[in-house]
């Protein structure tokens, strides 16, 4: 990372948002998402073996980044449950992840590395990404409407100036 790239890291984190910190997740999301789409339209900047295996298997190339956006998604869930506790109505696959997330985070609580694909597809088989992200949009909506009306309250949070 140069100088400038700290600095303006430095500069965008000095005031917090009115939806921090689930804003920030969301913008997470996003940029995964964003990377994702793009990644699949470039499939010729990947190496031509690694190209071909997931051609014949049928798997787009930004496939691996479905995890990590499923991980930002727990985090939303988890920094929800934290702020508000019981207020709120977590769906059915917020449990999933949750579970998920902590078997398999930084990949240092499994065997082998076929135990984390094994869980990676059954999340996706037993759940369906979409499932999954619908699911937290869903939420997230509500949660912003909630904070946004008042019947939740997001702590004081300091502005570094």
């Known amino acids: 990372m140069n100088k400038k790239q700290k600095e303006y890291l430095i500069e ?8 921090f910190p689930f804003d920030v997740i969301e913008s997470k999301i996003g940029l995964l998402l964003m990377d994702r789409q793009i990644l699949n339209k470039h499939p010729e900047d990947f190496p031509k073996e690694f190209r071909e295996r997931l051609q014949k298997q049928d ?4 496939e691996n980044l479905s995890f ?9 869930y988890r920094q929800a449950y934290v702020l508000f506790k019981n207020k709120l109505n977590f769906p059915k696959t917020a449990e ?3 579970e998920f997330r902590g078997k398999v985070i930084a990949h240092i609580k499994t ?5 984390i694909a094994e869980k990676c597809m059954e999340l996706e088989e037993r759940h369906g990404f979409d499932n ?5 949009q869903a939420f997230k909506d509500e949660i912003y409407k909630k904070i946004k009306s008042g019947e939740l309250q997001l702590p004081k949070q300091k502005n570094v100036q």
């Open 96 to 98: 999933v992840i949750r």
């Open 12 to 19: 965008i984190s000095k005031t917090n948002t009115p939806l």
């Open 59 to 62: 798997v787009e190339m930004a």
């Open 132 to 136: 999954i992200y619908f699911e937290w």
């Open 111 to 115: 065997k082998s590395s076929l135990e």
């Open 68 to 76: 990590y956006i499923v991980q930002e998604i727990q985090d939303f």
